[in-house]
């Protein structure tokens, strides 16, 4: 009698078996190339998802096709367990921020491990654990050294919901939150900041080695790092004398600047309007208006331009003109200097803020291909061109005219080349609970003194109470921040705010190499062996957070002289989301899926294929139950080929001589074909067509096993090679098969299946080419190729091109896998 397939038992009986084994544990070995898998770790604020399964899954596949085509494999796991997410949802629930991590770390555990996964769970890793968040506050503290940690007063990004202040990378682009979503607005306050913008140049020069990341990741950190040249150029304020520096991209427009803006939260705004009683109301009613737009919306192409006039002029240094001041709603104060030369002629923003209060529009640059007139623009001019209305600079390219106006503002002292950064140091301070303490401890005599290192960790009390409104405890609790002064010895007070979350994830990645170790970080020779990480899998939202962050911390750490390489992740994979009817899951729209009711009902063999089947991992895909039910229905097709089509015929010894030789290397040959095409799926990321290949060949052995006599080797070669590569995919069945084929050892131990490439190689077939329905050629193609194929070798063909000659090819008709006709 044929066993039934029993997942549930599969599952249980493998899982506890490769545990007992300690079947996935890392280890170095000289004599076998290394590679280190990391999945971006999860955030504990709830229990596993599918978006996890989905992540994970990708990983495990690469990881298991590693082992098998002989390398040694590091594949860790760990929790990003500090921070909001976590916070807020213990918040939500009632419970303690601690106690809820650590039950969301047990049940996410427990899925990922009945997930099968090839986890080496002797190096889990948790942020919130002090023997983690130790070596967090040591990196702190090694950047106070190197004055990267400092303390300034800076406009912070305040949300009101989380009460706590934002880096910039974590406001989205309409001006909210990018946890809660509120409003985030401004506050100046004084906050502890890494200095990122010193590494500027470094995260620049540095994506040349990185050639196997995303290009729309390296372009999306190249638009944030926002390197631009230019020019900084001195304005004088006619009623006092005094000079306002400018930041322009753009000095061979200098000429045609008819107004000057300066950002509503500019310094100099009250003092132009203090003794005007009518302007400052107006000001004032001004920046209420512009008080609870984001900094995105002001800024926006098509925004509504609103600004003040404040009574007063600067001058032009290169023409001597004076201009008039306005603050204007557009203008940033974080950005530049927070004042602007506006040239509405040549840029949009000022053409539309110039169109509405009547200012006047000087054209300084013409186009090649024509002539403009202020009267008849209805847009700005912001190309190159040729420049005019420019003094001594007439008929100069603007290109070379850049170049000439810099030099004129450098011999007369105006100004000077400079280089500017879109780039804001990392904001670090959170006035949170959730998080590592900053190690810092303020003295009246000896000022700020950083925590000595034999001090460390500086412990989190885990036994305060959070407050619902989610302000943090630690300012009120005097157990924590009554300390002495570890140089004096007199009363202090200890640093109350906590790290942002995004400095644990920077460097985690490097603990995994030696997480228990005592005496520093990480090993030094053991981060030699595994660093850097070979692939690296994530969602695209963190291409500027926790990308370029931990970019930063690699450099920083090489300045150290603890590494020799300055990039963390050699090869990046960011996959899509898994959506619902179209949407993100999400608790708020009640269309999340959990894996754990899909595990016992179906198997997590059925997730995991089915997730992996669904689409290119880089792409959102839809989440569909019937499709869950599809790759059930298949895998119990692959357990009755087996126990059915292949162990059942052996016992009974029902094989065939003289097979008809055909069959036989058409078997064959679809088997090798298989192995070759899933081997190079798998390099690729294509994980879903490997899973088609598969397919087919379990239909192909189906076939085989069911038109005529069967050849013993032939078949048990097809059945081997379907089990071994499925095995990546789903790991339980493929290792109960093999035992049912007679293996030992494991499946996930056997060498990956070579192929033949003689008998990979794909059957032909006759082509048949026409020209205007007329047989004009006939040529042989392999069997398996694509429509498009077809088209551009039967428009190749020689004899056909005779036909075609110069005439006008109308359209392409192709008939799958038969004829091409041409029409001309």
């Known amino acids: 009698m044929t066993p039934q397939y029993d997942h549930r038992a599969i599952e249980e009986k493998w899982m506890e078996r490769w545990k007992e084994q300690g079947a996935y544990l890392s280890v170095q070995d000289p004599d076998r190339p290394k590679k280190y898998v990391l999945v971006m770790y999860p955030y504990p604020s709830g229990p596993a998802h599918m978006g996890h399964v989905a992540n994970y899954s990708l990983g495990d596949v690469l990881v298991r096709y590693y082992w098998r085509t ?15 997410p976590a916070e807020n949802a213990a918040i939500s629930e009632g419970s303690h921020p601690a106690t809820w991590t650590r039950d969301n770390i047990e049940l996410i555990s427990l899925d990922l491990k009945r997930l099968g996964y090839a986890y080496d769970w002797s190096r889990e890793i948790s942020t919130c654990d002090p023997e983690y968040y130790r070596w967090t506050q040591w990196f702190f503290l090694k950047m106070y050294e190197m004055g990267l940690a400092y303390k300034g007063d800076a406009e912070a990004n305040w949300c009101p919901s989380c009460g706590t202040v934002l880096a910039n990378e974590q406001v989205l682009p309409d001006g909210s939150c990018e946890r809660c979503r509120a409003v985030v607005q401004k506050k100046w306050l004084n906050q502890w900041f890494f200095k990122i913008t010193q590494y500027a140049d470094a995260l620049l020069d540095d994506m040349e080695l990185l050639e196997d990341w995303p290009e729309r990741v390296l372009t999306m950190q190249r638009n944030w790092i926002g390197k631009s040249h230019g020019a900084q150029v001195d304005f004088t304020l006619e009623s006092t004398g005094e000079i306002i520096r400018v930041y322009t991209t753009r000095p061979d427009t200098l000429y045609g600047v008819t107004f000057f803006l300066l950002a509503p939260e500019h310094p100099l705004v009250d003092r132009l309007v203090e003794g005007d009683a009518a302007r400052r109301e107006e000001v004032a009613a001004f920046r ?95 190309a190159t061109g040729t420049m005019v209305n420019s003094g001594d600079f007439d008929g100069i390219p603007s290109d070379l005219g850049f170049e000439d106006v810099c030099d004129l503002l450098e011999s007369r002292g105006w100004g000077e080349r400079a280089v500017n950064y879109r780039l804001r140091d990392w904001l670090v301070s959170r006035q949170r609970y959730w998080g590592a303490p900053i190690p810092i401890i303020y003295c009246d005599s000896c000022g700020t003194v950083p925590v000595p290192e034999e001090d460390l ?51 985690y990645y490097f603990r995994f190499v030696s997480p228990h170790d005592d005496d520093g970080p990480f090993d030094v020779e053991d981060a030699a062996y595994w660093m850097p990480v070979d692939q690296y899998i994530g969602g695209i939202e963190h291409a500027i957070l926790h990308l370029m962050y931990s970019r930063f911390f690699t450099k920083v750490i090489y300045d150290l002289g603890l590494i020799d390489f300055k990039e963390p992740f050699s090869r990046l994979l960011c996959q899509g989301m898994i959506i619902m009817d179209g949407a993100k899951m999400s608790k708020s729209k009640g269309n999340v899926v959990t894996p754990g009711d899909y595990i016992d009902r179906l198997g997590a063999d059925t997730l995991r294929l089915y997730i992996l089947f669904l689409g290119p991992p880089e792409l959102s895909k839809d989440w569909n139950d019937q499709g869950v039910e599809g790759a059930r229905r298949f895998l119990s097709r692959v357990w009755r080929m087996v126990q059915e089509r292949y162990v059942a015929l052996l016992s009974q010894g029902e094989f ?129 190729i694509s429509e498009a194929e077809m088209e551009a070798k039967a428009l190749a063909c020689e004899n056909a091109r005779k036909f075609i000659a110069l005439k006008e090819v109308r359209k392409v008709i192709v008939v799958p896998g038969k004829l091409v006709n041409i029409v001309v």
């Open 656 to 784: 065939a001589s003289g097979v008809d030789e055909p069959r036989h290397r058409a078997m064959r040959s679809l088997t090798h074909r298989t192995i070759k095409n899933v081997t190079r799926d798998i390099e690729e990321f294509a994980f879903n067509t490997a899973v088609s290949f598969i397919m087919e060949l379990v239909n192909g052995i189906y076939h085989y096993t069911s038109d005529g006599d069967v050849d013993r080797d032939v078949l048990g070669e097809a059945v081997e090679a379907a089990v071994n590569l499925l095995a990546p995919f789903t790991p339980f069945i493929c290792e109960e098969l093999w035992q049912a084929l007679g293996k030992h050892g494991s499946v996930h131990q056997h060498p990956w299946p070579a192929f033949d490439e003689e008998l990979a190689r794909p059957e032909e077939i006759t082509l048949v080419v026409q020209v205007n329905g007329k047989v004009r050629d006939r040529i042989a193609v392999p069997s398996d």
């Open 70 to 84: 002989g390398y040694t494999v590091l594949n860790p796991m760990g929790y990003d367990a500090f921070g909001l």
């Open 288 to 382: 209420e208006r512009v008080g609870g737009v984001s900094s995105f919306e002001r800024t926006a192409q098509g925004a509504e331009k609103d600004g003040v006039f404040l009574g007063d002029y600067v001058v032009n240094p290169v023409n001597g003109e004076r201009v008039p001041v306005y603050t204007a709603n557009f203008v940033l104060i974080e950005y530049g200097t927070g004042a602007v030369m506006a040239v509405p002629a040549h840029d949009q923003r000022d053409f539309e803020f110039a169109r509405k209060y009547d200012i006047p529009v000087r054209i300084v640059i013409q186009p090649p291909d024509g002539e403009l007139s202020p009267d008849g623009m209805t847009e700005a001019y912001e």
């Open 457 to 507: 960790p500086v412990l989190l009390p885990e036994d305060l109470d959070v407050r619902r409104d989610g302000r943090s405890p630690l300012p009120l609790e005097k157990s924590f921040y009554e300390v002495e002064c570890p140089r004096c010895g007199v009363e202090a007070r200890r640093e109350t705010d906590t790290m942002d979350t995004f400095v644990d994830s920077s460097w």
